[in-house]
C-alpha cells in the first residue's frame, strides 16, 4: 500500500469514526399512543427495561429464558403471557392480548415489521453488532430513554442510570487503583473441555463494560455478523499483560488445574478471576450494573502478589 493510499484510508477511517449514531429508533408505526398501558415485548433488552420502569407487560417472548438466566426483576414476570420465542413470536396470542404497544428489535424483528405495525402499534429499536458510536450501555441507557419518555416514566429512568453511572464510576476507579489503566483487558468464556476460549463482539454488553475500565481489548472482535469467535489457550501467552475476566464458574474446571495454564502469564501474577454472570451478550442498564458490580468483585481480587489457585 502507498503511503498516500494509507493516509487516505486512515482519514475515511477517522470520519467513519466520527459519524453520530444511528437514532435508537429504527423503525416505529405513524401513531403512538401517549403513556401506553397494555405492551408486548418481543425481546430481553426490551422486557428489561420495561421492568427496570416499573411497567409489567401484558406478553413477553420467552419469559421462560429471562428466568433462567436469573436476569433483573424476573420474579415480575409471573402471570405474564408467553409469546413463544423473540425470532418466531406467536402473534395469534399475541393479537389475543390486545396490546396497545409492541416492541421489538431490529436484529431480531426487522422482517417482521409490517405484520406487526397492522396488529398494533410498534416501535423496533435498533440493536446490531455492527460498528458504532454507541456501545451496548449506551444502547440500553438510551432505550430506556425514549421508553421513559413513551410511558412518562422519566423520574425512575433517571433513577436506574444514576445507579449504572455511580457503579460504572466505581469500575473505572477500582481498575485505575490495581493498574489496569492502560493495559489489556479482555473478557473469555471458557470452553474448558476443549481447552479453547470464545471472545466476544465490541457491541456485547459484557465487552462494552470492559472497553469502560480504561484498558484495550487485546482481542477486538469487530465483524457486523460476527457474535463470537474462538482463540485457543496459547493466545493467552501472547497477551502476557492481559487482565482476563472468565464468564462463568469454571473455577474448578480440570483445564484451570492444567500445567498449561498456570504457566501463562494471567495466571501465574493472579491477573484473571470468574464473573457468576449466565448472560453477557446483550441487556440494559440493570444487566450492566450488575455484571460491573462482578467484574469489580473480580478486580479486587486479582493481583501479582496472590498464588494462582
Same mark, same amino acid.
Given at each position: 500500500?502507498?503511503?498516500?493510499?494509507?493516509?487516505?484510508?486512515?482519514?475515511?477511517?477517522?470520519?467513519?469514526?466520527? =459519524?453520530?449514531?444511528?437514532?435508537? $429508533?429504527? *423503525?416505529?408505526? %405513524?401513531?403512538?399512543? @401517549?403513556?401506553?398501558? !397494555?405492551?408486548?415485548?418481543?425481546?430481553?433488552?426490551?422486557?428489561?427495561?420495561?421492568?427496570?420502569?416499573?411497567?409489567?407487560?401484558?406478553?413477553?417472548?420467552?419469559?421462560?429464558?429471562?428466568?433462567?438466566?436469573?436476569?433483573?426483576?424476573?420474579?415480575?414476570?409471573?402471570?405474564?403471557?408467553?409469546?413463544?420465542?423473540?425470532?418466531?413470536?406467536?402473534?395469534?396470542?399475541?393479537?389475543?392480548?390486545?396490546?396497545?404497544?409492541?416492541?421489538?428489535?431490529?436484529?431480531?424483528?426487522?422482517?417482521?415489521?409490517?405484520?406487526?405495525?397492522?396488529?398494533?402499534?410498534?416501535?423496533?429499536?435498533?440493536?446490531?453488532?455492527?460498528?458504532?458510536?454507541?456501545?451496548?450501555?449506551?444502547?440500553?441507557?438510551?432505550?430506556?430513554?425514549?421508553?421513559?419518555?413513551?410511558?412518562?416514566? =422519566?423520574?425512575?429512568?433517571?433513577? $436506574?442510570? *444514576?445507579?449504572? %453511572?455511580?457503579?460504572? @464510576?466505581?469500575?473505572? !476507579?477500582?481498575?485505575?487503583?490495581?493498574?489496569?489503566?492502560?493495559?489489556?483487558?479482555?473478557?473469555?468464556?471458557?470452553?474448558?473441555?476443549?481447552?479453547?476460549?470464545?471472545?466476544?463482539?465490541?457491541?456485547?454488553?459484557?465487552?462494552?463494560?470492559?472497553?469502560?475500565?480504561?484498558?484495550?481489548?487485546?482481542?477486538?472482535?469487530?465483524?457486523?455478523?460476527?457474535?463470537?469467535?474462538?482463540?485457543?489457550?496459547?493466545?493467552?501467552?501472547?497477551?502476557?499483560?492481559?487482565?482476563?475476566?472468565?464468564?462463568?464458574?469454571?473455577?474448578?474446571?480440570?483445564?484451570?488445574?492444567?500445567?498449561?495454564?498456570?504457566?501463562?502469564?494471567?495466571?501465574?501474577?493472579?491477573?484473571?478471576?470468574?464473573?457468576?454472570?449466565?448472560?453477557?451478550?446483550?441487556?440494559?442498564?440493570?444487566?450492566?450494573?450488575?455484571?460491573?458490580?462482578?467484574?469489580?468483585?473480580?478486580?479486587?481480587?486479582?493481583?501479582?502478589?496472590?498464588?494462582?489457585?
Amino acid at each position: 500500500m502507498t503511503l498516500i493510499a494509507a493516509i487516505a484510508l486512515c482519514l475515511v477511517s477517522l470520519v467513519a469514526n466520527a =459519524e453520530p449514531p444511528k437514532p435508537i $429508533v429504527a *423503525a416505529q408505526s %405513524e401513531t403512538i399512543p @401517549d403513556e401506553p398501558l !397494555r405492551i408486548v415485548s418481543l425481546d430481553d433488552l426490551t422486557t428489561e427495561i420495561l421492568l427496570a420502569l416499573g411497567i409489567q407487560p401484558v406478553g413477553v417472548a420467552n419469559p421462560d429464558s429471562y428466568r433462567w438466566q436469573g436476569k433483573p426483576l424476573a420474579d415480575s414476570l409471573d402471570g405474564v403471557e408467553s409469546l413463544g420465542t423473540p425470532q418466531q413470536p406467536n402473534l395469534e396470542r399475541l393479537v389475543g392480548l390486545q396490546p396497545d404497544l409492541i416492541l421489538g428489535v431490529s436484529s431480531l424483528h426487522v422482517s417482521l415489521f409490517d405484520r406487526l405495525d397492522r396488529l398494533a402499534p410498534t416501535v423496533m429499536y435498533r440493536v446490531s453488532l455492527e460498528p458504532s458510536p454507541r456501545d451496548a450501555v449506551d444502547v440500553g441507557k438510551a432505550i430506556l430513554g425514549h421508553l421513559a419518555a413513551l410511558t412518562g416514566r =422519566e423520574a425512575e429512568a433517571e433513577v $436506574v442510570v *444514576a445507579r449504572l %453511572e455511580q457503579v460504572l @464510576d466505581k469500575g473505572r !476507579r477500582v481498575a485505575r487503583e490495581r493498574g489496569m489503566a492502560g493495559e489489556p483487558i479482555a473478557v473469555l468464556y471458557p470452553l474448558a473441555e476443549q481447552g479453547l476460549f470464545i471472545v466476544s463482539n465490541e457491541q456485547t454488553l459484557v465487552v462494552s463494560l470492559a472497553n469502560r475500565l480504561g484498558g484495550t481489548n487485546p482481542w477486538p472482535l469487530r465483524e457486523g455478523h460476527t457474535i463470537h469467535q474462538r482463540i485457543e489457550i496459547h493466545a493467552l501467552a501472547q497477551a502476557p499483560d492481559a487482565h482476563i475476566f472468565m464468564i462463568g464458574n469454571f473455577s474448578g474446571a480440570p483445564m484451570f488445574e492444567s500445567p498449561l495454564w498456570r504457566a501463562l502469564p494471567a495466571a501465574r501474577k493472579h491477573r484473571y478471576g470468574f464473573l457468576a454472570t449466565n448472560y453477557w451478550s446483550f441487556g440494559g442498564p440493570l444487566t450492566a450494573t450488575v455484571i460491573m458490580k462482578q467484574m469489580i468483585d473480580v478486580m479486587n481480587g486479582m493481583g501479582s502478589d496472590r498464588p494462582s489457585p
